[in-house]
């Protein structure tokens, strides 16, 4: 929650130093700030690639499901022919790969690769 | 007792899912997700109001079992851990 809190923080402090600072910094500098927060020395943040790779890796490995097919933007239902319990399952999955305690409203509104990763993405404690 | 509703039967899906999870012991949790989810299949293509109700309420003492089962296990949890909670 404390690194959740430092990130909307550090998101507008950002924001100055963009404005009037770009022509004394190079361009490869501007990537390095925006994409690496400069001020905390312990950045625990999952980098989105980890997230996408680990999360692709758990639905390939699910036995019903044809890894050839898997992309970040599969749906479990539509695209790979899984069902509702098979979702829950790749939740399961999921929360215990990340180790993560998803709330069921949350989790019943994940259907796909992409809301998966967004949602993992997005939370604070992910790991 | 009413039929129980698609989110409801989701949802004892996911208590027992999670349930298995507090046990200490590596055979034991493989057991609880495997027979939730074989059972779970099994009876996924039954119509008939009254069964779907008691196979739900036969989920639902199961999930007290695990619960309680799990408190249990716990006080007496063996202090070497299976081989295969061990990571490589």
Same mark, same amino acid.
């Given at each position: 929650m404390?690194?959740a809190l430092?990130a ?7 924001? #100055? ?8 910094? !190079?361009? =490869?500098?501007?990537?390095? !700030? ?11 943040? =999952? ?9 692709l ?7 019903k499901?044809? #890894? ?10 539509k695209?790979?022919g899984?069902?509702s ?17 998803? #709330? ?6 994940i ?5 998966a ?6 939370? #604070?404690?992910?790991? | 007792?009413?039929?129980?509703s698609?989110?409801e ?15 200490p ?7 609880? +997700?495997?027979?939730?989810i074989d059972?779970?299949?099994?009876? +996924? ?33 063996? +202090? ?6 061990? +990571?490589?």
């Open positions: 404390a690194s430092r909307a923080i550090l998101g507008h402090l950002r924001v #100055p130093v963009l404005a009037n600072g770009s022509n004394l910094l !190079t361009p =490869l500098w501007i990537h390095r !700030t925006t994409s690496v927060r400069s001020m905390s020395s312990h950045d625990d943040h =999952l980098e989105k690639s980890q997230v996408i790779d680990r999360i890796d758990i639905v390939k490995s699910f036995p499901v044809d #890894p050839s097919k898997v992309t970040s933007e599969v749906h479990f239902q695209d790979l899984l069902d319990l098979d979702n829950v399952e790749i939740i399961m999955a999921i929360e215990e790969e990340f180790k993560l305690e998803i #709330p069921d409203k949350e989790a019943d509104k259907d796909s690769c992409a809301l990763i967004e949602y993992v993405y997005n939370h #604070p404690l992910a790991s | 007792m009413a039929t129980p698609r989110t039967i989701i949802s004892l899906f996911r208590s027992l899912l999670r349930s298995a999870r507090q046990f012991d590596y055979n034991i949790r493989e057991y609880t +997700k495997r027979r939730t059972s779970f299949r099994h009876n +996924k293509t039954l119509s008939d109001p009254s069964s779907i109700a008691a196979a739900f309420s036969d989920g639902q003492s199961q999930l007290q079992v695990a619960r309680r089962q799990s408190v249990v296990y716990s006080l007496y949890a063996p +202090k070497i851990k299976s081989i295969m909670d061990v +990571k490589p």
